[in-house]
């Protein structure tokens, strides 16, 4: 085991992957001669050559859509989109194209495409760069929807991921890229998708979270610890699938919950959480699920995004107006 | 008021307007670059040229050509009668499909197909009752048969440009020869995918044969609200690749452009643009009534230039063709059109569980909870 960074993680999954599998390539702006923007694929080009690595226009529409017509080729893609905020210009692509490829042909032709992507906010990045909206995508049937928090789980999910037959949208936390380091194991492992974990253990509530704000969960579960209250922090892993059964138990383990996510409220991945909760839990709970997530606006300019993305002030404060509903 | 004839001017003004409009026609699709002219209207060879095609071959093609065509008028008959759902015609574009599909390899070659390209991707293997299948609403018909080098139909327009350069940038890749002809029309190029695929295409010198069918309309909107520019092959230029012009309409031209532009993509010379000047020689779909945007003369205009008149024309001229030869060949038509109507009809009516297969290879099972319940309930 080596401590890793999430960025030294996703850059070792991609160099074992491609030495292992000479049909992976790697796509994207800056990906090759520049190692990518923040570096995931540093390296990549002088080792495996340009022929697998390719710098590509500055076009995220094709990068996605030559994506798919590589795959059907026979090689297996793994696309940069520079954050996840650009891959407005290449939705039309994924989601009614790369996603439903499969359907679409009937089976004939399947898109085993990764894109990846970093994402989130509290690192003052410019406009569009810190855009959460990753729930859009999990109204594209087709697709997974893979949100590591961790540098065990970027290795292995992303080696799943490129491994899937099916098209996955790989979004890394952009803030946790060097500020999240943990143990790594050398050589090959996977984590399946569809497995929620608990992080950490707790009675008295439970926190539903993923990628960058799975972090701000346990640092709230922290700070509640020291009034006496036990928070359970469950880290979903990917949305798509859903791992509904981990959420139920864990949820029904402790009979309250507060979801958290960098997205806006409204529509949020948060709102599929809380229904599902609705549907399947519904007995067990004891007090409303509460939400805390970013505001109906769009992602202010960098000098005020702390009052935009969750903190761990609001999450405390959902949490304590949880336990105490009656 | 109706002009009378007289001894100056023997021309009504219902004939000088119609000749005005059908000089309007032309010059919507003349550009200032040349353009490849082989076959004239009067199915002569224009002087200096000659035929790229042997005569077996081009009756090869007219089957193709008047395959095309009876296909169209059966499924719109058929959609009339409720047994077809929309359904785009080829109509007036049977050069523009059959000649380009001629030129390429369905043993190595791929269409990328959009939607108005029968015969080309039912003569590269995809099944005529199949075809009709997909039309008719039973998802079956979607399918492509294994081993046969073509994408599914595309709605999305333009969508289908960068799977085709990623398809052939991933066969030049690992050393095929195969190229990849992909179709759009004059609407489908405004939209960015367009331009961002022929511009990859040319980064990468892809394999890629853009065959840009210019019929002269996106549903109702004329080309002359597609773009200010003269042409569309012009484009190519910006991209770094040849562009060149057809007379879509003319068999000999179409396929002899397609021919040297698959040459140079298969031999590495990258990607050609070839805009075919065609004209939709009716309706959009059969949702569709041109009537509120087409003038009668537009549509009767072009009728002397019906790309399978002149075909016929050239044959007979070569002796290669008679009435008897055209009466075999449409019954012989008939018969397989009739065949694959009937075995589309037949086809078993899709299930209510395909809505749920061929989503995921391996579904969450939260969507086969869903599975479940549905059909359950029903």
């Known amino acids: ?326 | 008021m109706t002009a009378q004839p007289t001894a100056d001017d023997p021309k009504t003004e219902a004939e000088l307007d119609l000749e005005s409009k059908q000089e309007d026609v032309e010059r919507s699709f003349a550009g200032p670059g040349e353009r490849l002219e082989i076959l004239s209207p009067d199915g002569t060879v224009r002087p200096g040229t000659e035929a790229p095609m042997s005569t077996e071959q081009v009756r090869d093609a007219l089957r193709w050509m008047m395959l095309s065509r009876t296909v169209d008028v059966r499924a719109i008959s058929l959609q009339r009668q409720g047994r077809m759902g929309t359904f785009s015609a080829v109509r007036g574009q049977e050069a523009s499909v059959v000649g380009s599909s001629f030129a390429l390899d369905p043993a190595r070659d791929w269409i990328v197909p959009q939607y108005r390209e029968l015969p080309g991707v039912v003569r590269h293997g995809f099944p005529l009752d199949g075809y009709l299948l997909y039309w008719m609403g039973n998802p079956a018909g979607g399918r492509v048969p294994d081993g046969v080098k073509v994408l599914p139909l595309q709605i999305a327009l333009a969508a289908q440009l960068p799977h085709a350069v990623g398809l052939g940038w991933g066969l030049k890749l690992q050393g095929s020869e195969s190229v990849v002809a992909t179709y759009f029309g004059d609407g489908a190029s405004s939209e960015g995918d367009s331009h961002e695929a022929m511009n990859l295409a040319g980064v990468m010198r892809a394999p890629v044969v853009f065959f840009l069918q210019n019929n002269g309309w996106a549903i109702s909107t004329p080309r002359t609200k597609q773009t200010a520019a003269a042409n569309f092959a012009s484009r190519a230029e910006g991209y770094g690749f040849p562009g060149v012009i057809v007379d879509g309409n003319d068999l000999f031209a179409v396929y002899a452009a397609m021919r040297e532009a698959v040459e140079r993509a298969r031999t590495g010379g990258g990607p050609t643009l070839i805009e075919s000047q065609t004209y939709r020689m009716g309706a959009h779909n059969t949702a569709d009534d041109p009537t509120r945007y087409m003038e009668p003369v537009e549509l009767s205009g072009w009728d002397e230039r019906d790309p399978i008149r002149r075909v016929t024309a050239w044959l007979r001229s070569q002796d290669a063709w008679d009435d008897d030869a055209e009466r075999e060949m449409q019954a012989g038509i008939d018969r397989q059109v009739d065949e694959a109507i009937e075995s589309a009809e037949a086809f078993a009516p899709p299930n209510p569980e395909q809505i749920y297969t061929h989503v995921y290879a391996d579904p969450p099972e939260r969507l086969r909870a869903q599975q479940r319940a549905a059909l359950d309930s029903h």
């Not at chain 1, 690595?53 to 094709?62: I, K, Q, S, T, Y």
């Not at chain 1, 795959?71 to 439903?100: K, N």
């Not at chain 1, 839990?281 to 769009?298: C, I, K």
Request: with cysteine.
């Open chain 1, 1 to 326: 085991m080596a401590t890793m960074t999430m960025i030294e993680a996703i850059r070792s999954a991609l160099r074992e992957e491609m030495a292992r599998d000479e049909r992976v390539v790697a796509l994207g702006q800056d990906i090759g001669q520049l190692g990518g923007v923040f570096r995931a694929t540093d390296g990549l080009l002088k080792e495996f050559g340009a022929d697998r690595v390719f710098d590509m226009p500055l076009a995220e529409g094709v990068i996605a859509g030559s994506a798919l017509g590589l795959a059907v080729s026979g090689l297996v893609p793994v696309a940069e989109i520079q954050f996840l905020g650009f891959t407005h210009q290449a939705f039309h692509q994924i989601a009614p194209q790369i996603a439903r490829y499969r359907y679409r042909s009937q089976g004939r032709y399947n898109a085993q495409v990764t894109i990846r992507t970093p994402f989130g906010g509290g690192v003052r990045t410019p406009e569009l760069h810190s855009d959460a909206i990753e729930a859009q995508f999990v109204q594209a049937p087709g697709l997974k929807v893979v949100m590591p928090s961790n540098p065990y789980d970027a290795k292995g999910m992303l080696l799943e991921a490129i491994r899937d037959p099916d098209p996955v949208l790989f979004c890394e936390p952009l803030r946790g890229y060097r500020l999240v380091k943990g143990e790594v194991p050398e050589g090959d492992y996977t984590v399946p998708f569809g497995q929620s974990r608990v992080t950490r253990e707790g009675s008295d509530v439970t926190l539903v979270a993923w990628s960058a704000a799975v972090q701000l969960a346990e640092r709230a579960a922290e700070r509640l610890a020291e009034e006496g209250i036990e928070a359970k922090v469950l880290d979903l892993r990917t949305l798509v699938p859903l791992d509904v059964e981990g959420l139920v138990s864990a949820v029904e383990s402790t009979g309250r919950c507060v979801v958290v996510h960098e997205a806006p409220l409204t529509a949020g991945f948060g709102a599929e959480v809380v229904a599902t909760l609705q549907e399947e839990a519904f007995y067990s709970l004891e007090a409303p699920v509460a939400r805390v997530a970013a505001p109906d606006t769009p992602y202010p300019i960098a000098s005020i995004e702390d009052y935009y993305v969750p903190s761990v002030e609001r999450v405390v404060d959902a949490v304590r107006r949880t336990v105490s509903a009656k």
